[in-house]
T-cell receptor
């Protein structure tokens, strides 16, 4: 597509419920990132996918968080048993590739984000 | 560990004044450095990037940044602030296989 699409744009849920957030990256982009943006916290890295390599999950805050990327394209971030502290904007970004060398300079294109509110 | 530090969560300047937003990084590998901007109710977009070709990098809307290896800094400047520059600015670093961001600096521009 023309840009990175995220859905839903807004999600209100009750504490303890599971939520799924979807990201559709730019066609052909092999690298996909999830970040969390909380008020005053900047952008917190969550997880990164690069092609068919094993994802870098080092930023996931707990085992309630998981993500998958099917067919090297669409990604879903799942939060189980949501807590109030999970309330934030979840941003997805993609780039043509990632890593060192010439590819390391690739720019991230961000989606508009999914705003999650846990009551 | 790699990290990005932005000094000052809020910066306020008068219209026409110099804008200086500070960013320092820590890394053991050569960095690729970026500044992104987030205007109110909009997504993040690239302002400029450093990829070792030149230490002084020019970006959109009159912004520029200078890479100083000795100071591990990549501060963002603009000679004359405009009201439309009011936004949140994020410094970012790619040194391995992921991009990490600073906490952001919100720029306020006073008339």
């Amino acid at each position: 597509g023309a840009g990175v699409s995220q859905s839903p744009s807004n999600k209100v849920t009750e504490k303890g419920k599971d939520v799924e957030l979807r990201c559709d990256p730019i066609s052909g982009h092999t690298a996909l990132y999830w970040y969390r943006q909380s008020l005053g916290q900047g952008l917190e890295f969550l997880i990164y996918f690069q092609g068919n390599s094993a994802p870098d999950k080092s930023g996931l805050p707990s085992d309630r968080f998981s993500a998958e990327r099917t067919g090297g394209s669409v990604s879903t971030l799942t939060i189980q048993r949501t807590q109030q502290e999970d309330s934030a904007v979840y941003l997805c970004a993609s780039s043509p590739s990632s890593g060192q060398g010439a590819h390391g300079a690739n720019v991230l294109t961000f989606g508009a984000g999914s705003r999650l509110t846990v009551l | 560990a790699q990290s990005v530090t932005q000094l000052g969560s809020h910066v306020s300047v008068s219209e026409g004044a110099l804008v200086l937003l500070r960013c320092n990084y820590s890394s053991s590998v050569p960095p690729y450095l970026f500044w992104y901007v987030q205007y109110p109710n909009q997504g993040l977009q690239l302002l400029l990037k450093y990829t070792s070709a030149a230490t002084l990098v020019k970006g959109i809307n009159g912004f520029e940044a200078e890479f100083k290896k000795s100071e591990t800094s990549f501060h963002l400047t603009k000679p004359s602030a405009h009201m439309s520059d009011a936004a949140e600015y994020f410094c970012a670093y790619t040194g391995g296989f992921k991009t990490i961001f600073g906490a952001g600096t919100r720029l306020f521009v006073k008339a």
